[in-house]
């Protein structure tokens, strides 16, 4: 933005006219455009980088509840494209995946440290169903959720 107002200033009126000071000031006024362009660009990526921590931030406390992406997307005011797009920079993964991450980071909490079915975790966890979190629990930790109880006692 600095560069911008320098530009500006650059772009004082003057009583006499030439050809050489109209070319220079359309000059200047050309690259002024391009500077405000630039930071009304890299002003809207820092937002949208603002809202998918926002965004990212209230999946860590709400991963249980049933998560609709569509109307995720719109309450963070991101296009659906742009929020997976955005998470898959910044996380590495979809956004399910990412959310199955957490939910299976939380059951595995769960099952280390408190006496819960493994049913019950499932379901506190945001899975819907108990086999599904068993696959998944396996997939991600290399071992079935009763196993990984069994370890800590």
Known sequence: MTQ??????QMQP????????????EQLFLQLLVLLREACIDGQSQDQEARLH????????????????DELADRFSLSLRTLHRQMKQQTG????????RVRLLQ??????HSDMRITDIA????????????T?????????PRA??????
């Open 93 to 100: 993964s979809t956004p399910q995946r990412y959310l199955n």
């Open 4 to 9: 911008a107002l320098s530009v500006a200033a």
């Open 123 to 134: 379901f506190q966890c945001g899975f819907g169903d108990s086999n599904h979190f068993s």
């Open 54 to 69: 926002r965004l990212l931030d209230w999946l860590g406390e709400h991963y249980s509840d049933e998560i609709i992406w």
């Open 14 to 25: 003057d009583d006499t006219w030439s050809m050489e000071k109209q070319a220079r000031q």
């Open 148 to 153: 990984e109880r069994q370890q800590m006692m």
């Open 136 to 144: 998944l629990f396996r997939r991600e930790f290399g071992c079935a």
């Open 107 to 112: 059951a595995r909490h769960l099952l280390r």
